[in-house]
């Protein structure tokens, strides 16, 4: 029998519950996290997304026919549409214009985490770029999911971040990732165990580098 996109997760779950269930999450959820650590990391988003944005555009030269291309033009359109559409209008809410946002350097964190990806990307195949983009995709769809199950959630106007949850939450951002999880289920069940050790490595590095993200945001690092 061959693997499935679960076997990744199975395989570095502590990992991939530090960045589901992060601390960063959790205030996002309950609402008090400190806004100066969302500012930070919402201008940092935008530079990462930009980086992600051309990661797409890598996964359509890496694509060997007409379905795997579409698949990348809808990534790219998810990230363009959906993810930075919103996010320029809700960093114009937090008092953030995009003047701000063209002149920003990007933090340390950023730069590792979209260079590595980028880098994976070109020495790889698509599914070497599709598995180190799988814990962006994935990972915040399931957070979203995650956090609407817990106790601690706070929904609606008492909540300054609902926007956030709901935009993940939503129906475009989580049949990307449905369809996503489905085209690595079935190119996972073709590869060997030499093969899949390797892609746990890099899905473990992007899933370390999403924590370090998050902690980016709380410490306000540069
Ligand atoms: C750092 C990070 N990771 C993932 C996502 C979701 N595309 C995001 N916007 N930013």
């Given at each position: 029998?061959?693997?499935?996109?679960?076997?990744?997760?199975?395989?570095?779950?502590?990992?991939?519950?530090?960045?589901?269930?992060?601390?960063?999450?959790?205030?996002?959820?309950?609402?008090?996290?400190?806004?100066?650590?969302?500012?930070?990391?919402?201008?940092?988003?935008?530079?990462?997304?930009?980086?992600?944005?051309?990661?797409?555009?890598?996964?359509?030269?890496?694509?060997?026919?007409?379905?795997?291309l579409r698949q990348a033009h809808d990534g790219l359109?998810?990230?363009?549409?959906?993810?930075?559409?919103?996010?320029?209008?809700?960093?114009?809410?937090?008092?953030?214009?995009?003047?701000?946002l063209a002149t920003l350097p990007e933090a340390r964190?950023?730069?590792?985490?979209?260079?590595?990806?980028?880098?994976?990307?070109?020495?790889?195949?698509?599914?070497?770029?599709?598995?180190?983009?799988?814990?962006?995709?994935?990972?915040?769809?399931?957070?979203?999911?995650?956090?609407?199950?817990?106790?601690?959630?706070?929904?609606?106007?008492?909540?300054?971040?609902d926007a956030w949850i709901t935009m993940y939450e939503?129906?475009?951002?989580?049949?990307?990732?449905?369809?996503?999880?489905?085209?690595?289920?079935?190119?996972?069940?073709?590869?060997?165990?030499?093969?899949?050790?390797?892609?746990?490595?890099?899905?473990?590095?992007?899933?370390?580098?999403?924590?370090?993200?998050?902690?980016?945001?709380?410490?306000?690092?540069?």
């Open positions: 029998m061959g693997y499935r996109f679960s076997d990744l997760t199975d395989a570095c779950q502590q990992d991939w519950r530090a960045y589901l269930e992060h601390d960063f999450v959790r205030g996002l959820g309950a609402g008090d996290l400190d806004e100066d650590a969302f500012r930070h990391y919402l201008q940092q988003d935008y530079l990462f997304l930009i980086q992600f944005a051309r990661a797409y555009a890598l996964a359509a030269y890496k694509s060997r026919d007409l379905t795997e359109k998810t990230i363009l549409d959906v993810e930075l559409d919103l996010h320029l209008g809700y960093c114009r809410d937090w008092g953030i214009t995009e003047e701000d964190a950023t730069l590792a985490y979209t260079r590595y990806v980028l880098d994976a990307g070109s020495r790889g195949d698509l599914l070497d770029l599709r598995v180190a983009l799988a814990p962006c995709l994935v990972g915040y769809g399931e957070i979203a999911r995650w956090l609407n199950a817990q106790p601690f959630t706070v929904r609606g106007d008492a909540n300054p971040y939503g129906e475009p951002f989580q049949a990307a990732m449905h369809a996503e999880r489905a085209w690595l289920d079935a190119r996972l069940a073709e590869v060997t165990p030499a093969r899949f050790d390797g892609l746990v490595r890099l899905f473990r590095d992007a899933t370390r580098l999403e924590i370090d993200f998050w902690q980016m945001g709380l410490d306000r690092a540069d």
